[in-house]
Nanobody
Framework: QVQLVESGGGSVESGGSLRLSCVAS???????????MGWFRQAPGKEREGVAT???????DYAESVKGRFTISRDNVKSTLYLQMNNLKPDDTATYYC?????????????????????WGQGTQVTVSA
């Protein structure tokens, strides 16, 4: 089981930036690095949305709504996942969750689907004011 702890959330004005971090500990897969990691977000009254994912080799995928503004990255030595968020908009307001899938068979295409991730952090709040 992987333990995930997010940090870096906060309140910013529209156009501002934040950087989220997620530290992973515990079992992180046979390779020692979680196969697929991702960021999800959930706003009140809405379904959880996959924001971005990243393979352990660095390949990434983004939701259309954040392309060009958000960047996902990972430091496998530090077992840390990041989400750099620039040009934030009020619609980005949500609780952001870090997720990990340790094994390739769990999410072979590293899709932004919450059901394909077995480990989750507790969430960090991001609030963007107009």
């Amino acid at each position: 089981q992987v333990q995930l702890v997010e940090s870096g959330g906060g309140s910013v004005e529209s156009g501002g930036s934040l950087r989220l971090s997620c530290v992973a500990s515990g079992y992180t897969g046979d390779s020692g690095n979680n196969y697929c990691m991702g960021w999800f977000r959930q706003a009140p009254g809405k379904e959880r949305e996959g924001v971005a994912t990243i393979y352990n080799d660095g390949d990434t995928d983004y939701a259309e709504s954040v392309k060009g503004r958000f960047t996902i990255s990972r430091d496998n030595v530090k077992s840390t996942l990041y989400l750099q968020m620039n040009n934030l908009k009020p619609d980005d307001t949500a609780t952001y969750y870090c997720a990990a899938e340790t094994e390739r068979w769990g999410n072979p295409l590293c899709r932004r689907a919450s059901a394909l991730f077995r480990s989750w952090g507790q969430g960090t709040q991001v609030t963007v004011s107009a």
